[in-house]
C-alpha cells in the first residue's frame, strides 16, 4: 500500500515540501567528506535496500520481468542517480538554497515535457507563469554571478542545476507512466533507487572516488537523514502525490520547498540574500502557482483539471 491510500493529499505535498527544504542543506555535510559520486551511491544504495527489506517483509512481488526492469531503471538512474550528481555538484559552487530555488522550475519542465509526449494542452496562464518562473530564477542567479565576476563557479553551479532539472523531468516523466504498467508502489520505489545507486557507484569507480567511511557524526546523521527522510519518506510521499494529481500538479512541491530552502541556507550557510533574491523567489513562487494551481484538497480530478 502506497503513501497516497493513508495520508490526504495535503498532507503528501507538506511532508515532502519539509524534508527536501532542509536536505539541500543536508548535503553539504556529505559534501565535506565524500565525493558526490560516493555521496549518492551510499544515499540510494541504503534506502533502495531498506524499502526492498520491508517489502519482502510484507510479502510484496519482488520479481519483475525484462520490461518492468528497464522501466525502473529508466526511472531510477534520471531520478535517484544522474539529476542527483547533478545537484550534490552544483551545491560545491552556489549555495545549496539557489540549487534548490532552480528546482523552482520544475513544473514548468514537467509540463512542457507532458506537452511534447502526450500533448498535455499548455494555456496561456502556464506560459506566462513559466515565464515568471524563468525571470524569478534568472534574479536569483544574477547576485551570484557579479560576486564571482573573475571566475566562473557560479556559471558551473547555474549549468549544474539546469542539468538537474532537466534530468529530473525525465524521472519524473517516467515515473508517472509506470504506474500504467501496475508496478507495485514499493518494490519499484526501491528497485529504481538501487537502479540509481549502481549507476553512481559505476560513476564512482570511473572517477576514481574512494568509499573509505569517514568518522565524522555529521556525515553519519546526515547520511541517515537523507537516505531514510529525504529518500524513503520523501519519494515516496511525492511518487504517491504524483500518482493521485499527475506529474504537474504533483510538480508544486517545487514552488514552497525552494522558499524555505532559502531561508534554512540563510541560517546555516552564511548565505546573505539581497532584494532582488527575494523578489526573484516570488516571482518564482507566483509563476510556478499560475502554472498548477494546485487544489490539495480536491479529488484527482479536480488536480488533474489543473495541469
Known amino acids: 500500500m502506497s503513501p497516497g491510500r493513508a495520508l490526504p493529499t495535503?498532507?503528501?505535498?507538506?511532508?515532502?515540501?519539509?524534508i527536501w527544504s532542509t536536505t539541500w542543506h543536508a548535503i553539504l555535510y556529505q559534501l565535506a567528506h565524500t565525493t558526490p559520486e560516493v555521496g549518492v551511491t551510499l544515499r540510494f544504495a541504503l534506502a533502495g535496500a531498506l524499502i526492498l527489506a520491508v517489502a519482502a517483509w510484507r510479502g510484496e512481488r519482488l520479481r519483475f520481468g525484462v520490461r518492468?526492469?528497464?522501466?525502473?531503471?529508466?526511472?531510477?538512474v534520471f531520478m535517484y542517480s544522474v539529476a542527483y550528481l547533478a545537484v550534490y555538484h552544483a551545491e560545491k559552487y552556489v549555495p545549496s538554497g539557489l540549487v534548490a530555488v532552480g528546482y523552482s522550475a520544475s513544473p514548468l519542465v514537467n509540463g512542457?515535457?507532458?506537452?511534447?509526449?502526450w500533448r498535455t494542452p499548455l494555456g496561456p496562464r502556464f506560459v506566462f507563469g513559466g515565464a515568471l518562473c524563468i525571470g524569478g530564477v534568472t534574479l536569483i542567479f544574477r547576485p551570484e554571478f557579479t560576486q564571482v565576476i573573475a571566475g566562473d563557479d557560479a556559471t558551473r553551479g547555474a549549468l549544474l542545476?539546469?542539468?538537474?532539472?532537466?534530468?529530473?523531468?525525465?524521472?519524473?516523466?517516467?515515473a508517472s507512466r509506470n504506474l500504467a504498467h501496475r508496478i507495485p508502489f514499493w518494490p519499484a520505489l526501491g528497485g529504481g533507487m538501487l537502479y540509481g545507486a549502481a549507476v553512481s557507484c559505476v560513476a564512482a569507480v570511473a572517477t576514481g572516488?574512494?568509499?573509505?567511511?569517514p568518522v565524522a557524526p555529521s556525515w553519519w546523521l546526515s547520511l541517515a537523514y537523507l537516505s531514510i527522510a529525504g529518500s524513503v519518506i520523501a519519494f515516496a510521499c511525492f511518487l504517491a502525490l504524483q500518482q493521485r494529481v499527475g506529474p504537474g500538479p504533483a510538480s508544486s512541491v517545487g514552488v514552497m520547498t525552494p522558499v524555505l530552502a532559502l531561508v534554512i541556507s540563510a541560517l546555516f550557510e552564511g548565505f546573505r540574500p539581497v532584494a532582488m533574491t527575494w523578489l526573484g523567489a516570488a516571482l518564482a513562487v507566483v509563476g510556478n502557482a499560475l502554472i498548477l494551481k494546485p487544489r490539495l484538497g480536491g479529488s484527482s480530478a479536480d488536480a488533474r483539471a489543473a495541469q
Open 209 to 213: 572516488a574512494s568509499f573509505t567511511w
Open 68 to 76: 518492468e526492469h528497464a522501466l525502473l531503471a529508466l526511472q531510477g
Open 161 to 174: 542545476t539546469v542539468a538537474a532539472v532537466l534530468l529530473s523531468s525525465v524521472g519524473n516523466l517516467a
Open 112 to 117: 512542457v515535457g507532458a506537452w511534447l509526449l
Open 10 to 18: 495535503w498532507q503528501l505535498f507538506a511532508i515532502a515540501v519539509v
